[in-house]
């Protein structure tokens, strides 16, 4: 809730006020009540009360006189200090007499006058208003004078004169918080005038805790440094740079300025150590300052605790807006952090904080220049890869200094850099002749096992060949029968080829090499269940498995297996390179596939409440997802939207290939919408990435890819805008000249590689494009594959096959509840054709009550549009649907669309009606 005119922005007027929590309409309302003679607003500083208090002065709607009282620090000691500025005319002698002030402010003031309103007194600040201010301002309220609102931090509170006010009835309080994630990317929008990637949010969102101070001084610096650009009208962040500019610095100073100097170093230790064991910050500067610190709102206890003595656990605490730790880290001296450091160690290890308690800690110990043991320092880089904080891995790693080491080192700063989406420097750290990379140094074969794995992601984010995979597999296998008896079993090596092995073929669709490779060795892979490397060579297995089950049909199947792997991972913290993203990613599209929109949701919005990193990694993915289910659920403009911010924020970060997807369904969109030159562009797009990616996700783009091209050349004639959009070369077109041959194309590979999934969504987009040459075979399918969305579909198509208008009828009610409503609003239009003014009126009301529900606007008849008006001039001239199709260039499914739509507006059940319309009706 803060006023955005405090701390200017260009693209901002400093009008504009943000009350994402109603306080504003709140205070206002009880400053009208006549039984309300006070308000109160209780926050920290920075969440908006002195902002509050700035609008309710310029509130017009508050008709009364406005009086402003700036209590401070500085004036707390002061007899009526908070006043001075009213109380000019006074001598020493009158500041004495409580009476004379009162008259003195009476008549500066002009209070009392019983012709017009109570004047409303507006008091910042006013735990720090001297006593004597406090009862002269209580006096003023109690005679009727006027109105209070004063804001107050929440330690040491509103005065006591002014509280009694709330314990007899006759005051208010408001709670000031932190604006809420939905809350925080709505207000960096209206900052910087346009949409901003949620991940970009988030992380503003995760640095300032929701604060608007901070939120709006690091939005502000991203931009003025450039670390916040704007691409193709969408706001994103380049990268964390960690420049904190002095503008920043000086919010902070503001910020702590009412700190005492013990309060202060108190909150320098714990940004220092942070998270930290509570009660060491008040063994080594006071429990009053610790306390003092945590009621006032500037640190706060976290979600952990660590155990000590005898079992007891310990409360952990952090500053509350992190963005103050950073800056209080950078502007701490050396000498003094060493300071800090050593008396920390008298009292503590390295594993008292947690694991980002052990990251700090390492940090900090060689920031100061302090000697960290050479594996407790990789032992913080993996954590920080583990947390996705890889700017901070990237730190440290280069700070080990054993040779023994440098594969270890090697390994995780090519994950760091895989994280942060540099591949090019992720492969550079793994440039190695192959697998065997450590074999000599490390009998154990951890750095062969892992940087096989990640030399496999990094392959697979790079685009690589699948028969680079393939060798990969083949050497480790090699590897692992040159190496003796020593070390790792030649089971779990064969586990990890085999899993290496895999992903290659999900790069090539090969889910028959999968099935086989599972076949033969996933019984045996169970038989060092002790083993790490075995529990992430079964949860990998388990992924691989779920994608492959997806593919060939059986979605739900497949949600299982991927749901075994994250359980087998629930408490894998080995290493760096599990992959947990690799894993979620593969359990959300078999939900996506099996109809599950909600489960898929959930489980994206559950990776965006972890760290902003985790978050940032996953942001294309998440656009993509929610552009796939607003797809299916028929809201082309909006999924095109959503999808256009997910290609921007996979131009930054891509490690699953998933940038040709995104595209090829934006054009679809675009192409649905009518937007014919847009969805051009979008296709190109699509094309340069269209051979990257798992299989699976690349038929699926190619799939909405074609369907595209299908719908811009059947809306104009191919010599005329579609042509100059597309060109003259028929191969711009799709297999044989369009669309539709290309998409049967894809559905026969994917029946000839057992994909039953992928051929049924082909041949949906087929049937969708209005060509019912594979209905039968569609039927079939549908009845095959696993899943909400494939029953739904199954329906819909028996329907459709045996011309059963009830069936349709309740086809499109299955379709409604399977979220489909694209699809069921032109099943309910199919029906009311069907059934037309027959006697089935009871039929009728159902499907127009139906499509009511999906399309509310279609409930209130408005007038035809131009294209509406074309299709019922046809159709009044005996022109069947397939023909007004043919003649306007449109498929058959939109004419019905356009047909229905018409009969709304017209009022009338069908088309035996149109003869009996006047002109005047129509036009």
């Given amino acids: 809730m803060l006023e955005t005119g405090d701390l200017a922005v260009a693209q901002m007027p400093s009008e504009q006020w943000h009350d994402y929590s109603g306080v504003l309409a709140g205070v206002t309302a009880a400053i009208s009540s006549p039984h309300c003679w006070a308000v109160f607003l209780v926050g920290s500083p920075g969440l908006g009360a002195t902002s509050l208090l700035n609008q309710l002065n310029r509130k017009p709607s508050v008709g009364r006189h406005i009086v402003d009282v700036r209590a401070t620090t500085s004036l707390s000691t002061v007899e009526y200090g908070a006043l001075a500025p009213f109380l000019l005319g006074l001598t020493p002698e009158d500041l004495e007499l409580p009476q004379s002030v009162l008259r003195a402010l009476r008549e500066q003031l002009g209070l009392g006058d019983p012709n017009v309103e109570p004047a409303l007194i507006l008091v910042d600040d006013a735990h ?68 901003v990637l949620r991940s970009t949010a988030q992380q503003m969102y995760a640095e300032s805790n929701g604060n608007p101070l901070f939120l709006k001084a690091l939005v502000e610096e991203a931009q003025a440094s450039g670390e916040l650009e704007k691409r193709r009208g969408i706001w994103l962040n380049q990268g964390i740079t960690g420049i904190r500019p002095p503008k920043l610095a000086t919010v902070v100073e503001r910020y702590l300025r009412d700190l005492t100097p013990s309060e202060r170093e108190c909150l320098e230790l714990v940004a220092l150590a942070e998270p930290v064991e509570r009660h060491l910050i008040e063994a080594l500067t006071g429990e009053r300052e610790t306390r003092r610190l945590a009621e006032i709102g500037f640190i706060s206890t976290t979600a952990e605790s660590v155990y000590v003595g005898q079992g007891k656990p310990a409360p952990l605490i952090k500053l509350t807006i992190p963005v103050i730790g950073e800056l209080l880290r950078r502007t701490t001296s050396r000498a003094r952090s060493l300071n800090w450091h050593r008396r920390f160690r008298l009292h503590a290890g390295y594993d008292g904080g947690g694991e980002m308690g052990l990251v700090r800690r390492v940090t900090w110990a060689l920031d100061s220049g302090s000697e960290v043991p050479d594996e407790l320092i990789l032992r913080a880089a993996v954590i920080a890869c583990n947390l996705f904080e890889s ?64 030399r496999a992601g990094i392959r697979m984010a790079l685009g690589q060949a699948p028969a680079q995979l393939a060798a990969d597999a083949a050497a480790l296998r090699e590897s692992g029968s040159n190496s003796g008896a020593d070390g790792v079993s030649d089971l779990v090596i064969e586990g990890r080829a085999s899993v290496i092995e895999m992903m290659g073929q999900s790069l090539s669709g090969d889910y028959a090499g999968m099935s086989r490779i599972l076949g033969g060795s996933g019984a045996e892979l169970g038989t060092d269940n002790d083993s790490p490397d075995d529990i992430l060579n079964q949860a990998l297995l388990c992924a691989l498995d779920a994608e492959r089950l997806c593919a060939q049909g059986a979605p739900v199947k497949g949600q299982a297996a991927a749901a075994e792997a994250i359980a087998l991972l629930e408490n894998y913290h080995h290493e760096a390179f599990v992959l947990h993203e690799w894993i979620a990613l593969r359990s959300i599209i078999c939900a996506l596939f099996a109809g599950h929109w909600d489960a898929a949701t959930a489980q994206v919005e559950g990776y965006f409440a972890s760290t902003a990193g985790v978050s940032a990694a996953l942001s294309g993915g998440d656009y993509t997802i929610r552009g796939f289910i607003a797809v299916r659920r028929g809201s082309f403009p909006e999924a ?3 999808l256009e911010t997910g290609m921007e924020a996979l131009r930054v970060l891509d490690p699953r290939q998933i940038f040709g997807v995104c595209a090829g369904l934006a054009a679809y969109c675009a192409a649905r919408d009518g937007q014919l030159q847009r969805a051009s562009n979008l296709l190109a797009e699509h094309q340069r990435d269209s051979s990257k990616g798992v299989y699976l ?23 005329s805008l579609a042509s100059d959009i597309l060109g003259n070369d028929p191969s711009n077109y799709g297999t044989n000249g369009d669309g539709l041959s290309l998409l049967l194309g894809l559905a026969a590979e994917a029946r000839s590689k057992g994909a039953g999934m992928l051929e049924m969504m082909a041949l949906d987009l087929v049937m969708d494009l209005g060509d019912r040459s594979e209905t039968q075979r569609f039927v079939a399918l549908t009845a ?20 059963n208008t009830d069936g349709l009828l309740t086809a499109a009610a299955s379709l409604q509840r399977a979220g489909l409503d694209g699809l069921a609003a032109g099943a309910y239009a199919e029906v009311l054709n069907e059934l037309g003014t027959g006697s089935n009126r009871e039929a009728r009301q159902w499907a127009r009550s139906g499509l009511a529900a999906i399309r509310p606007e279609a409930s209130a008849p408005t007038a035809l549009t131009k294209r509406e008006k074309l299709v019922i001039s046809l159709a009044r001239q005996g022109l069947s649907d397939r023909d007004i199709a043919q003649e306007l260039q449109l498929s058959v499914r939109t004419v019905e669309g356009h047909l229905y739509r018409s009969y709304i ?19």
């Fill in 128 to 195: 720090t208003l001297d006593p004597s201010s406090a009862e002269i301002l209580a006096h003023i309220v109690r005679a009727g004078w006027a109105k209070l609102v004063a804001s107050a931090s929440p330690y040491p509170g509103i005065p006591g004169p002014l509280l009694r006010f709330w314990i007899d009835g006759a005051a208010e309080r408001f709670d000031l918080h932190p604006l809420s994630k939905k809350d925080a990317q709505e207000f960096c929008q209206t900052l910087l005038g346009g949409p």
């Fill in 391 to 454: 700017e901070q891995a990237v730190r440290l790693a280069p700070a080990v200094r054993n040779h023994e080491l440098s594969s270890e080192t090697s390994a995780v700063l090519a994950r760091a850099y895989f994280n942060l989406g540099s591949f090019g420097e992720a492969w550079a750290f793994l440039g190695y002749g192959g697998p065997r990379m450590s074999v000599a140094n490390n009998p154990q074969h951890r750095p062969t096992m892992f940087n096989s794995l990640l």
């Fill in 640 to 642: 095109l939207e959503i």
């Fill in 697 to 719: 996700l690349r038929f699926m783009a190619n799939a909405f890819a074609a369907a595209a091209r299908e719908y811009i050349v059947s809306a104009q004639n191919k010599d």
């Fill in 784 to 803: 095959e594959v696993e899943g909400p969305w494939a029953q739904a579909l199954h329906g819909y198509s028996a329907a459709l096959a045996t011309g």
């Fill in 905 to 923: 507006k017209l009022d009338i059940p069908g088309r035996e009606y149109l003869a009996h319309l006047e002109e005047h009706q129509i036009h």
